[in-house]
């Protein structure tokens, strides 16, 4: 998000553009929390970011190819914890990013 549409949010007369992002964010943690817990710690300490799309479509970004094709095998089985709680998802990728993973993993 570029600053200017976050100083056109923060400035907006109404709350409900900045009530609208908030709870953005706290549906994008909560689908994180999600795919993290579908995994061990390890696998989930790859995953940098999970977004599901308009369209139903769920993209998982890790930080290689290696743990991309581990991600893939249980895609499935991560499709059905996701259905319970976002059941419109139809479909999901497993996509690299381009810049490195830095997460802290909570005990």
Same mark, same amino acid.
């Given at each position: 998000?570029?600053?200017?549409? #976050?100083? @056109?949010? #923060?400035?907006?007369?109404?709350?409900? @553009?900045? *009530?609208? #992002?908030?709870?953005?964010? %706290?549906?994008?943690?909560?689908?994180?929390?999600?795919?993290?817990?579908?995994?061990? %710690?390890?696998?989930?300490?790859?995953?940098?970011? &999970?977004?599901?799309? *308009?369209?139903?479509?769920? !993209?998982?970004? &890790?930080?290689?190819?290696?743990?991309?094709?581990?991600?893939?095998?249980?895609?499935? !089985?991560?499709?059905?914890?996701?259905?319970? %709680?976002? /059941?419109?998802? !139809?479909? &999901?990728?497993?996509?690299?990013?381009?810049?490195?993973? %830095?997460?802290?993993?909570? /005990?």
């Amino acid at each position: 998000m570029s600053f200017t549409k #976050l100083k @056109t949010i #923060l400035n907006s007369k109404s709350n409900d @553009t900045l *009530d609208n #992002l908030l709870q953005r964010v %706290k549906d994008i943690q909560k689908l994180q929390d999600i795919i993290s817990e579908s995994f061990d %710690k390890e696998t989930a300490s790859h995953i940098a970011v &999970c977004n599901i799309d *308009d369209g139903g479509k769920l !993209t998982i970004f &890790c930080d290689s190819g290696s743990w991309q094709s581990k991600i893939r095998f249980s895609q499935e !089985t991560v499709l059905k914890k996701i259905r319970k %709680k976002y /059941p419109f998802v !139809t479909f &999901c990728e497993v996509k690299v990013s381009n810049k490195s993973i %830095k997460k802290n993993i909570q /005990p």
